[in-house]
């Protein structure tokens, strides 16, 4: 099915895309107006879903709702892994306050308004979260279609810990659940991390010198997580995780997953960018909370995607299988020249599965791309590759138009250092479209 329906009086892709989509959940509201770009080289049998995806991104400006709210005015590394670095955008401005690690009250603010310079931040976006947030007893289902688009800098820690099950949706049982938690992790930092390295089993200490090698390759392009006590932090979750978890244990890639969590938990303290930051002004409580809450929502994620870091990774390479099979449907001129050129998905979308692409845009931008991720909920490991798609999709006609070694040096280091809101707007938007084109022809999801 073609989103697009041409004919010599132009693109009628309006029409289409409302039926299309007639019946469907979507999250978030979508108006649906001409655009004025058209595809010059669609091919027939394929998929062209970039217009609708751009006037999705573009269009979805708040309305009233459910909430009741109305609108207002590289490097490679040594298991073969490619590595980049990107340039960290800005955050913006987090309140402090409430306990260590979390306010465990969202009321009212203090401030009715939170200005953001994120479209998907809009004043109006910001009410309906307080408004949701602020309930008794909150609702996941209306918090997950909020979240989807994005969610406040300063509401994204709870947000998060209600989406992951963390945290439950009735306010008042909160702070017992969070004190217990982060005593439970507390006490097991010396019963498996602080502990003499003769009192090891050789695999704990195999597990303790990857854990220590992988750590300073955290981030490479976001230097506070090159501060030592960041990385002591990292050190212990990752350790400790990996010693619960024996069915797969510590693998490389897990490390860069940390860091959102860090991040999020982090921004509560702190004010301005992460460049800012200095971790040496909070209390020795504070870091236990934040790193005792990034450790259990680090579990709570990778529950889901465990085989993706089982023996021999076995949910990696179901991914990647599927994420060919899927853009071969798409795009099969694309996929036939790389196959013919003598690419393998393999190649380059490993790290794109194994670090959930976090390592190929800002970091910032990373954030963003959680708050969809863990909106998706039990769906993330499905959706996840209608993003590598659309994602691969965006240079679609560069790398028709490059040899082998031209698509290897470009797809090790993509172009998106200079990426804003934006740009992930439209390929979260593209996911959708694409999920919702192949909602009722999944061969591509049969490995």
Known sequence: M???QRDSGGVKWGENVKSFLKGRSFPGTIKLSRSNR???????????STDAAEAFAKSRSPSQDSLGVSPSSQDVTDSGHLTSSSNPSSTPKASAGGSAGLPLSVGTPSSPVRPSAYRSMSDTR???????????????DLLRELAWSGTPGDLRPLCWQLLLGYLPPNRDRREQILARKRREYRDMVPEYYDIANNDRSEEEMGALRQVSVDVPR????VAFFHEAPVQKCLERILYIWGIRHPASGYVQGINDLVTPFLAALLSQHFDGPMELWDIETLSEETMYAVEADAYWMLCKMLDGIQDHYTNAQPGIQRTVFKLKELCRRIDEPMCQHMETEGLEFLQFSFRWVNCLLLREIPFQLGLRLWDTYLAEGPGMKEFLIYALAAFLLTWEKELKQMDFQEMVLFLQKLPTTEWDEKDIEMVLSRAYMLRASFNDAR???QS
Do not use: C, R, Y
Not at 133 to 140: A, I, R
């Open 38 to 48: 058209t595809s010059a080289n669609s091919q027939a049998g394929s998929i062209d």
């Open 218 to 221: 955290t981030a490479p392009g």
């Open 443 to 445: 061969s591509h999801l």
């Open 126 to 140: 910001v009410k309906k979260f307080d408004k949701l947030l602020g309930e008794q007893v909150v609702d996941l």
């Open 2 to 4: 073609n989103l697009e």
